[in-house]
Each structure stands twice: as structure tokens, then as C-alpha cells.
């Protein structure tokens, strides 16, 4: 009896050790916490032409883990595309992509140079100062509502 109690004991003190250093490693805050994403700033292009413009976020991760823009939505246009700038052998081109990583506590800049959200057909009749409004759809963090404003053409890296 005694050597089948030996044989339970370690794995118990095992489990209670490993329980213990999860409870303190969690009440020091190192556990992390859950995606949190804000848009801190949002343009859309005025519009050059009927077919398409771009709109441009900067999204903030303030939490704990890494999150992802899965897609963007606006009555104002039929399709709202995430779309990356390629550039091979000295030409560029538009690649449209299935989503963004945003990493925990940290920002993506969309901007015409890398990332951006292409909108088909473009708004109508939008002035500078009008407001658009879009839905990010996030993994982590859901829905997050925001109005961009519309600017003119190289305003976006204000």
C-alpha cells in the first residue's frame, strides 16, 4: 500500500505545482488578454474616377493577443476588397488578400503603399470632411464601427 501511495504522490505534487506557478504567472498579468482592436484614424479617397477608390485605417491592438481583419464592409460601395501593393522586378501591382495580422499591442498603418481597402464602384458625390461609413470585421475582436472621413488624394499620410 505504502509504495502504491509513493507512486501516486509525484504526479500529484506535479499538478499541484504546475497549478500553483498558473495561478501566480495569471495574477502577475502575464496570461495576456484578449484581442482589442481601435481604429485611430480613417480616410477614404475622394475619388478620381466612378470605378474605384481606396479607404485607409490605423488599426491599434491594445490587447494581449494578436487579432486579424478578416474583412470590411460599407453600404457606400457594392465591394470593399483588401488589397496589398506587390512590387516585382521594379513594377507594382494590387494583390487582393484574405485577411491582416495585427499583432498583439501592436498598429497597422494602411496606407496606398502596402495595405489598403479598395472600393468598387466608388462613392458618389462624396466633398472632403463628407463621412463614410464601414463595419472591420475582426477575429478576435468582432465588429467595430467607424466613420471615415474623405480626403483628397495624397491627404492619407497626414
Known amino acids: 500500500m505504502t509504495s502504491l501511495l509513493r507512486a501516486a504522490l509525484a504526479p500529484v505534487v506535479a499538478c499541484v505545482l ?6 501566480a504567472w495569471t495574477a502577475a498579468g502575464a496570461a495576456g488578454s484578449p484581442a482589442e482592436v481601435e ?4 480616410r477614404v479617397l475622394l475619388p478620381s474616377n466612378p470605378e474605384a477608390t481606396a479607404a485607409f485605417f490605423d488599426l491599434r491592438n491594445t490587447g494581449g493577443a494578436a487579432d486579424e481583419l478578416l474583412r470590411v464592409t460599407t453600404p457606400s ?14 513594377a507594382g501591382s ?3 488578400v484574405s485577411s491582416a495580422r495585427i499583432a498583439a499591442h501592436g498598429t497597422l498603418r494602411m496606407s496606398a503603399e502596402e495595405l489598403d481597402v479598395m472600393l468598387r464602384p466608388a462613392p458618389r458625390r462624396l466633398r472632403a470632411g463628407d463621412r463614410v461609413p464601414f463595419v472591420l470585421h475582426f477575429r478576435g475582436s468582432g465588429r467595430v464601427r467607424v466613420e471615415a472621413v474623405a480626403v483628397r488624394p495624397g491627404a492619407v499620410t497626414d
Do not use: F, I, Q
Open 94 to 96: 494590387m494583390r487582393m
Open 77 to 90: 460601395a457594392d465591394r470593399a476588397m483588401l488589397s496589398r501593393r506587390v512590387v516585382r522586378r521594379g
Open 18 to 23: 504546475t497549478l500553483a506557478g498558473l495561478v
Open 39 to 42: 481604429v485611430t484614424r480613417a
